[in-house]
């Protein structure tokens, strides 16, 4: 079993649909979680920091569940350019630091 | 500022040959990585850093080496590529990534 896992989609939208992604890791040391962007043969470029309580960045808004070790995204009023991959990134600063990346989640808005 | 560079951006090198990728930044981080990304696999953890001076093993480290003498730079040395090196390979710096290089082993 990946320790970070994804669904790849595609996930096809329509312009200003709301859509959300999930993730789910399986190391209960987790201790930081993000999402990263990934556009087509581009570097990843990290889109937001997931905390407990939940945190919102425009139309943009990551959730941790511990309990369930899960991970969401929810992207509301879909634009054109969100079109891309979305990673589902979980460090284990114990004493490693390393960053272990899900395969990804592919979005594609449609006009 | 630069953030997170690499070189070369390209290179083709043919079955044996040898080569050294470089990443430097500019951020003071301690941590730094290297993956590897191959078409439908996602981010492979090669190798990484937790500081200058120590070197630890990801997941994929079989035919790579890496040392970090200077804090700012990590490198990556393929000492006899191979055909199964053909990837995009991405140096990380905290939670920065380089550009990218496209290495192509025919």
């Not at chain 1, 969100?82 to 460090?91: F, G, I, M, Q």
């Amino acid at each position: 079993r990946k320790e970070v896992e994804q669904d790849p989609g595609p996930f096809n939208v329509p312009e200003g649909a709301t859509v959300a992604f999930n993730c789910t890791y399986s190391n209960s040391a987790s201790q930081s979680f993000f999402w990263y962007r990934q556009d087509c043969r581009k570097e990843p470029k990290l889109l937001m920091s997931v905390y407990s309580s939940g945190n919102e960045d425009g139309r943009f808004t990551a959730q941790l569940n511990r309990a369930s070790q899960y991970i969401s995204l929810l992207i509301r009023d879909s634009k054109l350019s969100d079109s891309a991959t979305y990673l589902c990134v979980v460090n284990r600063r114990s004493n490693t630091g390393k960053l272990i990346f899900g395969q990804g989640t592919t979005l594609q808005v449609k006009p | 500022n630069a953030g997170v560079t690499q070189t070369p951006k390209f290179r083709v090198l043919k079955t044996g040959q040898s080569m050294t990728l470089l990443c430097a930044q500019d951020m003071n981080h301690e941590y730094m990585y290297w993956y590897r990304q191959d078409p439908g696999m996602g981010l492979r953890l090669i190798h990484y850093s937790v500081g200058e001076g120590t070197t630890a093993k990801g997941e994929v480290p079989d035919g790579y080496n890496v040392s970090r003498l200077k804090k700012q730079n990590f490198l990556l040395g393929l000492e006899s590529a191979a055909p199964s090196q053909t990837s995009v390979y991405f140096c990380a710096s905290g939670g920065y990534f380089g550009p990218g290089t496209r290495l192509t082993v025919t």
